[in-house]
């Protein structure tokens, strides 16, 4: 059997042509999509601060719910402190040559025009670590007194001083005078550094008996990881040690795991539907070949086998070679990523034998799905059957497939309500998921569908387009089935691709519309690195003014789910208690002054699914993954502005590591706070409030855009390859048509005919498909049935599917009616 398949391939090399692309392109798809799961773990950039150590110990980040299994985490999104007693038990393990504490704190030299010298990211430290690196004394000594500074070569040399010379810097108020007693040479780039007395360090860290790291040299083997493994720390070796120096490495792994869980989710569901529509043609096609086969002495078990096995060689030589091209996706998404901000230039990818076996391995196993489900059809009839049915297309559809696809529809009808009761980022991934099972439900039943769509145009094409318009109408109507497959994947470009972009611009403007009634302070001072927490109380004691702090930061939160639990990471803010002058959260119980340390509101959906109500406990963790158990004293219903927890100020920001304030809302004169900013090179106040901070929002709009354009790029492919492979199966038809005396431009324009409506179908099904979702969607976020966005790109995806349609069958057309139809008339199937 395998002889007679591997012939079978070979000899109709080009009826295997679009399965093969199909699974080419799906397996490369999930290949990247593992691989960014892989670099989620193990990539990064390399160490550059802690190249000397060659274990370095940080608070752990990964957070765990009480009971918790290995698979339950969320990532914390500051990274916590740990006690500065762990520095003599960990020099106690045998092995350990030196254990070195490190403080690390917000620091930037300020030049003579009162401007912050700093194009990267600028952190103080204690003289001491810097054996870690280590950085050695280019000129002068270290620093001992506690105004003596030790700068990076690269910083003196922008500010072109010397030991001796006179620096301001600013770390968590104004800036400071200090001396320079030495220049230090580093390696990498990434970071400036400035070195402190060990003294003046831990007074600018804010925390005397805490240390942001610990910088192990020696031979410890796991002997470390085992004296630690009570301490909540975590242990990082080898690349992993860049996390631990570089925020945006450890926040790139973990956002890396959380894109390639959900897109490659998303990846997954559309290559199986690719691929099974994809064999289900190729097999349909065969449909002659496999009722000879039945009608010589073939067994149903033998057809199936045969095209099982047919579909394993297929699928094995383009999953291998799908694999390797995924290699090159990865890091076009990577190129990709780093050009929108998500991930720094310099993040290189983990790449191994591992998630191109699983892609291969998914490839395989969903074309061996789909050819199963493909051959019962051809191997369960009699060869008497099989031979009528070969001539003519069965029209009639199973019923476990309507009852399927009846089913998926209303689930998926259920679904799209979703947004009209949840809002936030859930309610609009869950419009585009309804989509997805919509598209799929209206695939299963799609061609009675489109059977009686085709029955009422049908007429209309006979009588208005003469010959051509006659043969594509008896076409059409006869095979129904077929024009049901091409309208497919036609219909479900122009459905993920709306509902996508449209439902992230929806989003989008409904925070924005939110913010913009929420915030009600007439100014907003920021800064580049944040807000030094003192600005708050030196702009209220201006005549006139009220100001409060805004923390922009994160909560993570657990919720049981049967036996397992669910673990979330959401937008938080941080506001003092008086905030009510310069936001409006839309109270409905309780009272914004009660907000207090220790307390917290919550928003009035994520009350109403936690059964909180005002004067209960709430627990949860802070954005450095410590524990919070907090008294809620307001529900409130501007969730999408504000996320769903609103803590006190200074809860906030001492879970950050700047502890700073994110911006400062304020009222009153604008005059006196610029002179008031003035005093902090890097402040600024601005009058567009509602705009600040939205650099975010934009970035995860351009990510799924990034994300959704590399999935609707397969299924493009797919729909070219769906369309060009059921036209091209048409050359013996088409040579029947020209020697009965059709000519060649009659059946160009049947094709044309047929082409147009198919797009047609394509798209009022697709835009049915995305309307639902989407009105929903606008009606539960902004009030309004119409979407938010701009309205060209609609019609610009029905011209781009119309394009690609009709420019699939065309070429085909053409490319199938260049041989001589004598010559044609005598080729297989």
Same mark, same amino acid.
């Given at each position: 059997?395998?002889?007679?398949?591997?012939?079978?391939?070979?000899?109709?090399?080009?009826?295997?042509?679009?399965?093969?692309?199909?699974?080419?392109?799906?397996?490369?798809?999930?290949?990247?999509?593992?691989?960014?799961?892989?670099?989620?773990?193990?990539?990064?950039?390399?160490?550059?601060?802690?190249?000397?150590?060659?274990?370095?110990?940080?608070?752990?980040?990964?957070?765990?719910?009480?009971?918790?299994?290995?698979?339950?985490?969320?990532?914390?999104?500051?990274?916590?402190?740990?006690?500065?007693? *762990?520095?003599? =038990?960990?020099?106690?393990?045998?092995?350990? =040559?030196?254990?070195?504490?490190?403080?690390?704190?917000?620091?930037?030299?300020?030049?003579?025009?009162?401007?912050?010298?700093?194009?990267?990211?600028?952190?103080?430290?204690?003289?001491?670590?810097?054996?870690?690196?280590?950085?050695?004394?280019?000129?002068?000594?270290?620093?001992?007194?506690? @105004?003596?500074?030790?700068?990076?070569?690269?910083?003196?040399?922008?500010?072109?001083?010397?030991?001796?010379?006179?620096? &301001?810097?600013?770390? &968590?108020?104004?800036?400071?005078?200090? +001396?320079?007693?030495?220049?230090?040479?580093?390696?990498?780039?990434?970071?400036?550094?400035?070195? #402190?007395?060990?003294?003046?360090?831990?007074?600018?860290?804010?925390?005397?008996?805490?240390?942001?790291?610990?910088?192990?040299?020696?031979?410890?083997?796991?002997?470390?990881? $085992?004296?630690?493994? %009570?301490?909540?720390?975590?242990?990082?070796?080898?690349? /992993?040690?860049?996390?631990?120096?570089?925020?945006?490495?450890?926040?790139?792994?973990?956002?890396?795991?959380?894109?390639?869980?959900? #897109?490659?989710?998303?990846?997954?569901?559309?290559?199986?539907?690719?691929?099974?529509?994809?064999?289900?043609?190729?097999?349909?096609?065969?449909? +002659?070949?496999?009722?000879?086969?039945?009608?010589?002495?073939?067994?149903? &078990?033998?057809?199936? =086998?045969?095209?099982?096995?047919?579909?394993?060689?297929?699928?094995?030589?383009?999953?291998?070679?799908?694999?390797?091209?995924?290699?090159?996706?990865?890091?076009?998404? +990577?190129?990709?990523?780093?050009?929108?901000?998500?991930?720094?230039? /310099?993040?290189?990818?983990?790449?191994?034998?591992?998630?191109?076996?699983?892609?291969?391995?998914?490839?395989?196993?969903?074309?061996?799905?789909?050819?199963?489900?493909?051959?019962?059809?051809?191997?369960?009839?009699?060869?008497?059957?099989?031979?009528?049915?070969?001539?003519?297309?069965?029209?009639?559809?199973?019923?476990? &497939?309507?009852?399927?696809?009846?089913?998926?529809?209303?689930?998926?009808?259920?679904?799209?309500?979703?947004?009209?009761?949840?809002?936030? !980022?859930?309610?609009?991934?869950?419009?585009?998921?309804?989509?997805?099972?919509?598209?799929?439900?209206?695939?299963?039943?799609?061609?009675?569908?489109?059977?009686?769509?085709?029955?009422?145009?049908?007429?209309?094409?006979?009588? #208005?387009?003469?010959?051509?318009?006659?043969?594509?109408?008896? @076409?059409?109507?006869?095979?129904?089935?077929?024009?049901?497959?091409?309208?497919?994947?036609?219909?479900?470009?122009?459905?993920?691709?709306?509902?996508? #972009?449209?439902?992230?611009?929806?989003?989008?403007? %409904?925070?924005?519309?939110?913010?913009?009634?929420?915030?009600?302070?007439?100014?907003?001072?920021?800064?580049?690195?944040?807000?030094?927490?003192?600005?708050?109380?030196?702009?209220?004691?201006?005549?006139?003014?009220?100001?409060?702090?805004?923390?922009?930061?994160?909560?993570?939160?657990?919720?049981?789910?049967?036996?397992?639990?669910?673990?979330?990471?959401?937008?938080?803010?941080?506001?003092?208690? $008086?905030?009510?002058?310069?936001?409006?959260?839309?109270?409905? !119980?309780?009272?914004?002054?009660?907000?207090?340390?220790?307390?917290?509101?919550?928003?009035?959906?994520?009350?109403?699914?936690?059964?909180?109500?005002?004067?209960?406990?709430?627990?949860?963790?802070?954005? /450095?993954? !410590?524990?919070?158990?907090?008294?809620?004293?307001?529900?409130?219903?501007?969730? *999408?502005?504000?996320?769903?927890?609103?803590?006190?100020?200074?809860?906030?920001?001492?879970?950050?590591?700047?502890?700073?304030?994110?911006?400062?809302?304020?009222?009153?004169?604008?005059?006196?706070?610029?002179?008031?900013?003035?005093?902090?090179?890097?402040?600024?106040?601005?009058?567009?409030?509602?705009? !600040?901070?939205?650099?975010?929002?934009?970035?995860?709009?351009?990510?799924?855009?990034?994300?959704?354009?590399?999935? *609707?790029?397969?299924?493009?492919?797919?729909?070219? @390859?769906?369309?060009?492979?059921?036209?091209?199966?048409?050359?013996?038809?088409?040579?029947?048509?020209?020697?009965?005396?059709?000519? +060649?431009?009659?059946?160009?324009?049947?094709?044309?005919?047929?082409?147009?409506?198919?797009?047609?179908?394509?798209?009022?099904?697709?835009?049915?498909?995305?309307?639902?979702?989407?009105?929903?969607?606008?009606?539960?976020?902004?009030?309004?049935?119409?979407?938010?966005?701009?309205?060209?790109?609609?019609?610009?995806?029905?011209?781009?599917?119309?394009?690609?349609?009709?420019?699939?069958?065309?070429?085909?057309?053409?490319?199938?009616?260049?041989?001589?139809?004598?010559?044609?008339?005598?080729?297989?199937?």
């Amino acid at each position: 059997m395998l002889t007679l398949a591997w012939q079978t391939v070979k000899a109709r090399t080009s009826g295997f042509v679009g399965a093969f692309i199909a699974i080419l392109c799906g397996t490369a798809l999930v290949t990247a999509c593992g691989i960014l799961m892989e670099s989620g773990f193990r990539g990064g950039v390399p160490t550059q601060r802690y190249a000397a150590a060659d274990v370095v110990v940080t608070g752990d980040r990964t957070v765990r719910p009480p009971g918790g299994d290995a698979l339950e985490f969320e990532h914390a999104a500051e990274q916590p402190a740990i006690p500065a007693a *762990l520095v003599a =038990k960990i020099a106690a393990v045998p092995g350990v =040559k030196a254990a070195v504490p490190e403080l690390t704190f917000p620091a930037v030299l300020v030049g003579p025009d009162e401007k912050v010298l700093a194009d990267k990211p600028s952190l103080g430290h204690n003289w001491d670590s810097a054996v870690l690196a280590p950085f050695t004394l280019k000129e002068g000594r270290a620093p001992a007194a506690g @105004n003596e500074v030790v700068l990076d070569s690269g910083l003196a040399s922008a500010a072109g001083v010397v030991p001796g010379a006179e620096v &301001r810097i600013m770390t &968590r108020s104004v800036p400071v005078s200090y +001396r320079v007693s030495g220049v230090a040479e580093g390696r990498g780039s990434r970071q400036s550094a400035l070195f #402190f007395s060990a003294a003046k360090a831990t007074e600018l860290a804010g925390h005397p008996d805490q240390v942001s790291a610990i910088g192990v040299v020696g031979d410890v083997g796991d002997r470390l990881e $085992d004296v630690l493994a %009570a301490d909540h720390v975590t242990v990082s070796t080898g690349a /992993d040690r860049s996390a631990a120096e570089f925020d945006d490495v450890s926040q790139t792994k973990a956002i890396l795991a959380i894109i390639a869980g959900s #897109f490659g989710g998303y990846a997954v569901l559309v290559a199986i539907f690719v691929v099974a529509s994809t064999l289900a043609l190729t097999v349909e096609q065969r449909r +002659r070949e496999f009722a000879l086969l039945r009608a010589v002495g073939a067994t149903p &078990r033998q057809i199936r =086998k045969l095209i099982g096995i047919q579909t394993l060689v297929v699928s094995a030589v383009a999953g291998v070679a799908g694999s390797l091209l995924g290699i090159a996706v990865s890091q076009g998404l +990577r190129n990709a990523f780093a050009n929108i901000g998500v991930v720094p230039a /310099d993040f290189d990818l983990s790449i191994s034998p591992i998630p191109l076996v699983a892609a291969f391995l998914i490839g395989l196993g969903a074309a061996r799905l789909a050819a199963w489900s493909s051959s019962r059809r051809p191997s369960s009839i009699n060869p008497v059957e099989a031979l009528g049915e070969a001539a003519i297309q069965r029209t009639e559809l199973g019923r476990v &497939r309507l009852v399927i696809g009846w089913v998926l529809l209303a689930i998926g009808t259920v679904a799209t309500t979703v947004p009209l009761f949840v809002p936030g !980022q859930i309610g609009a991934a869950m419009s585009v998921m309804a989509t997805l099972v919509l598209i799929i439900g209206l695939t299963l039943v799609g061609p009675r569908v489109v059977g009686k769509a085709v029955r009422m145009i049908a007429p209309a094409l006979s009588r #208005f387009s003469g010959v051509s318009g006659y043969l594509a109408s008896a @076409n059409v109507t006869k095979n129904s089935r077929r024009l049901a497959a091409a309208v497919t994947p036609l219909m479900l470009a122009i459905g993920f691709a709306v509902v996508n #972009f449209y439902s992230q611009t929806t989003f989008t403007a %409904a925070v924005q519309q939110e913010t913009t009634r929420s915030i009600t302070a007439d100014h907003v001072i920021s800064g580049v690195a944040g807000v030094p927490a003192e600005v708050v109380a030196a702009a209220r004691e201006i005549p006139g003014v009220t100001a409060t702090s805004l923390v922009r930061t994160q909560v993570i939160t657990a919720r049981k789910q049967g036996d397992s639990t669910e673990m979330n990471s959401g937008p938080a803010n941080g506001l003092d208690p $008086d905030a009510a002058g310069t936001v409006d959260l839309g109270i409905t !119980q309780g009272s914004l002054k009660d907000l207090t340390p220790g307390t917290v509101a919550l928003g009035k959906t994520h009350a109403f699914w936690e059964s909180k109500k005002v004067g209960d406990t709430v627990e949860f963790w802070f954005a /450095d993954g !410590q524990p919070a158990r907090l008294k809620v004293v307001a529900i409130y219903q501007h969730e *999408l502005a504000f996320g769903d927890h609103v803590l006190n100020a200074a809860d906030a920001r001492a879970h950050t590591r700047a502890g700073m304030d994110s911006a400062v809302l304020v009222n009153g004169n604008a005059t006196a706070l610029n002179d008031l900013t003035s005093r902090y090179p890097g402040l600024a106040v601005t009058a567009n409030v509602a705009a !600040q901070d939205r650099g975010d929002e934009r970035t995860q709009f351009l990510l799924n855009l990034v994300a959704v354009g590399v999935i *609707l790029g397969y299924v493009a492919i797919s729909v070219s @390859n769906t369309l060009v492979m059921s036209t091209a199966a048409r050359r013996r038809e088409f040579a029947l048509l020209r020697l009965v005396g059709t000519g +060649r431009r009659q059946v160009v324009r049947m094709m044309r005919t047929e082409a147009l409506l198919t797009v047609g179908l394509a798209a009022v099904l697709g835009t049915a498909v995305a309307a639902l979702p989407l009105t929903l969607l606008a009606i539960g976020f902004t009030g309004v049935p119409l979407p938010s966005g701009p309205a060209w790109v609609y019609p610009a995806v029905l011209a781009g599917a119309a394009l690609l349609g009709l420019v699939s069958i065309g070429v085909s057309t053409r490319l199938s009616l260049r041989a001589k139809p004598i010559d044609t008339i005598g080729l297989r199937e």
